[in-house]
């Protein structure tokens, strides 16, 4: 399963989910709102200050999300490799 880390109010990620939805791969994904508890948020954070798709991020001051953690644990924040 794929995980997703992001935030209803984020429009990217709001997009993100919809298209999950629509694709009918809910199955494939599942979506972890960082804002909804600290442990989830802990867990982006840790993602985001160690994984090296990170780096243009840290670097420009944005967050980061949606990104997607596959099962292998590798990290990507484009969601077109996962036909989304």
Known sequence: MIKVYGMPSCPDCAEVAEKIKASGRESEFEIINIGEHVAYLKAFLQLR????????????????????????????????????
Do not use: K
């Not at 967050?63 to 596959?70: E, M, T």
């Open 49 to 84: 200050d160690r994984e090296e798709a990170f780096r243009p991020v840290r670097e420009g001051g944005y967050v980061g999300i949606p990104c997607f953690v596959r099962e292998d644990g590798t990290v990507s924040l484009d969601p077109a490799e996962f036909g989304l």
